[in-house]
Each structure stands twice: as C-alpha cells, then as structure tokens.
C-alpha cells in the first residue's frame, strides 16, 4: 500500500495533458485503420522535413570528434549548448536588431518543462500566473504545484462572417487587484490558431508592466520558427518579456528541446531548475539544428517549407469542415496560425467530456475544449461546448472523419 505526498497524488492524479498523450501514444502503435486521429499536437510528418533531418543526422554522424562524440558522449552545461545558444541569440539579433546576450538564453528538455520551470519560479498561492485569453493550451493546467497559483479570464467571443469567430482579449475583465506575477499567452494560441495583433500585446505588455509581471508568450508555433503563422508577423520583445521556443513543431518532437528568451535573471534561474530536475538537456536537437541556426537556414526552411506546408492544409480543413457539417449549427475560430481548428457548437447538447466519448465510440480522436479553460472564476457554458481537432496528420482522412463527427451530431 504505497502512499504518495500531497504533491505526487496532485501530479499522478491524470490530467488532461496526460489523457491526450495516452491517446496520441494509443492510435500511434496500435492504429488499424479504423481510428481517424485528430487529437495529440503531432506536427505533421513533413517529406521535405524528414529528408533534411536524416540529411543532417548522416552528416552528424560523419563528424568526428565536435559532432557525434561530443553529441553523445558529453554532457551539456545546465544553460544548454553554448555554441547553439550563441547561434540563437545571433540569429534573432542579426533578424531583428535586438541585443541578446547569451544570458538571455536557457535551453530546456522540451517546451512543457520551460513553462514548469517558469510557472513554479514565479506563481505561487498569492502571486499568480495568468491567462488573460482563455481558452489556453491544456499543458498548462496541472503545472502549478501551488494549485491556486493559475488563473484564466475568459476571452471575449466576436461572432466574424459565417462560420467564423475569434476570441479577444477582454481587457475590462482583468484582474486589477490581484497581484499577478506573470501573464501566459500561447502565439498562435494553442488550441484556436488566434495570433493575438501587436495592438492587444502592446495593451497586455502595459497591463503587465503596470503590475510588475512578466508578460511570457509561447511561440511553440510562433515566428520566425516553425512559422506556423499564415501571416506575415514578428515576434515581439520588450523589456520584461519571456519568449519560449521549441523544436517539436519544426518536425523534432523527439529531442525534446525549448528555448527559453528572457531577462538574465530568469534564464540564470530556469537553467539552475534543470540542473537540479535533470542535471542537463538533451544534446539532440541542439546539435542536429545548429549549422541551421549559425547560416540563419532555419528561417527559410520554416518561410518556405512550414508555413505554406500547414496554410494550405489549413485553408482546406476549414472547407471540409464547412461542406460536411453543413445544416449543423457551429463555429470555427479563424486559424491565423498552428495546427489546430477550434470548433464550437453553441448548441450542443451535453458537454463535451461526453461528447468526446461518444466521438470515440464512433471512430474519431478529437481533444474535449473543457481541458482548455483553466481555473476559471465560474462556470462558463461555452467551455464545454467545443472541441480542438488536429489536421495536420491526415488530411486525406479529414473528410471521413468530419462526417463522423457530423453524424454523432445529428443523432
Ligand atoms: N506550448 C504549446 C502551446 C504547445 O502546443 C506545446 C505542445 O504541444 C508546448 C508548449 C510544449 O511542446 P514541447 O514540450 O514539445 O516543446
């Protein structure tokens, strides 16, 4: 009869994140077919990406001594590879005109562990962490060990031209009491595709400085890579800003790696936690992508393979969706960006806890919207009226899988 900690029954206790990466690990091994997989964030496996990383993994490997070895047989120091950090911070300097140092850079084991890392650092009972543009990605819920310690203000919903919709930031509703260390926004936002405008940062960037809280903003599908944004846009970088980056949606899930941007002091502190959790990070990523980030490929890669790869797709999931749910009341938030469509179905009539089963009964993965929304003051029907589907796995299996969907509907 083992008994676990307050903390270890909070964090084993499942979670949405958790159920998501069951199923994405499920219909990965066990797939016959019959399953149309639109949960999981998986990039899509990308023909021109694939060959560019073998390509790189054969000349790695072809490298004596800096390359291969020293990928596998050495540990990285705590901050990250300082060759890599170098070409990061050169490349946004070059690209943008910033001054980054390399002390404005952290390397994680992935982005997940940067915003546990950054949540833990800052948010505690009394000094939260915000979302000010809810609903938010389903990783970030669970990742407080101060339960208290995260806090979400509904977005404020604008009906567009049929079928669209988008969320904006309801900037009357934040907390001006409260004391907020930091506000969260995922850019894109991970599961609606909005990619806030500069005009709503520059509004949140004040909002926080006024509050003395960092503003992070997650660019795991963000510019300029992946560049999963279908619109020309730069990223954006204040004083008191923390950008986070990762190499999975490029197409490198599996060396888990995240890039951290920000004031000195937080990367000095995030690269401590990962001595402390994880000694060092995974070697990987950094060494496959380095070459890419020293001559600046990597943008065009992500401008010219990334982007059109994911827009056209994009742009072909709305329609699909569009012709087969047609006669059925819903919404799609406008993709300006990710992998994602967020679908509402403003007359749904259970919530969407149930409606995710009953789609799995009936062939079809979809992630349930209500894991998105976390914290929030009260209860908010819209919550549990959506789901997120993922299309970048399968395109071609889109069609059948939306009718699916639209059947359960109907029935
Ligand atoms: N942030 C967002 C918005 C995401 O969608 C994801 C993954 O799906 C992550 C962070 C974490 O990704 P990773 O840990 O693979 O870098």
């Known amino acids: 009869n083992i008994q676990f900690s307050q903390l270890g029954k909070r964090m084993a206790a499942g979670s949405g ?14 797939s016959d077919g019959s399953i149309a997989m639109l949960g999981g964030g998986n990039p899509a496996p990308i023909p021109e990406g694939q060959k560019l990383w073998r390509e790189r993994m054969s000349s790695l490997l072809a490298e004596e001594g800096d390359g291969f070895d020293r990928m596998l047989g050495y540990y990285d120091p705590h901050q990250g590879n300082r060759r890599f950090i170098e070409a990061v911070a050169n490349l946004f300097n070059r690209e943008y005109g910033w001054d980054l140092e390399p002390e404005n850079i952290a390397i994680t084991n992935g982005g997940q562990t940067a915003f546990f890392f950054l949540f833990n ?22 990742q407080g060990l101060s339960p208290e310690s995260l806090l979400s203000v509904p977005g404020k919903i604008e009906l567009q031209e049929k079928p669209f919709f988008r969320y904006r ?6 907390p001006q009491g409260t004391p907020i260390r930091a506000a969260c926004v995922s850019r894109p936002t991970n599961p609606t595709g909005n990619v806030l405008c500069l005009e709503d940062l520059e509004r949140l960037h004040a909002y926080c400085r006024a509050k ?62 990962t001595a402390v959790v994880g000694l060092a990070n995974g070697t990987v990523g950094q ?33 699909i969706v569009q012709e087969e749910l047609e006669g059925i009341p819903f919404r799609i938030h406008e993709p300006d960006g990710a992998l994602f469509l967020w679908l509402w179905f403003p007359e749904l009539k259970m919530h969407s806890a149930e409606f995710y089963q009953k789609l799995k009964e009936a062939g ?36 059948e899988a939306i009718r699916r969907i639209a059947a359960v509907l109907r029935s």
Request: charged residues 20%; negative net charge; hydrophobic residues 40%.
């Open 17 to 30: 994140i958790e159920d998501l990466m069951e199923d994405l690990g499920k219909t990965l091994v066990n």
């Open 169 to 174: 930031i309801d900037f009357d509703a934040l």
């Open 364 to 399: 079809v993965l979809v992630v349930p919207g209500h894991f998105f929304f976390h914290n929030l003051p009260g209860d908010w029907t819209h919550a549990s009226q959506c789901i997120r589907i993922n299309y970048a796995m399968d395109i071609d299996g889109l069609p």
């Open 212 to 273: 003395d809280a960092l503003l992070i903003i997650d660019n795991a599908y963000g510019t300029p890579f992946p560049n999963m944004i279908f619109r020309d846009e730069a990223p954006f970088w204040r004083e008191g800003v923390v950008l986070t980056y990762s190499l999975s949606k490029l197409g490198l899930p599996g060396t888990r790696t995240g890039i951290v941007i920000g004031p000195k002091a937080v990367c000095r502190a995030i690269a401590s936690m």
């Open 287 to 319: 060494a496959l992508t380095l070459p890419m980030f020293e001559d600046g490929s990597i943008l065009d890669y992500c401008r010219n393979t990334v982007r059109p790869y994911y827009e056209t797709r994009s742009r072909c999931a709305v329609k």
């Open 121 to 142: 650092l800052l948010g505690d009972s009394d000094s939260k962490i915000l979302f000010p543009l809810s609903p938010e990605y389903i990783g970030y819920s669970t």
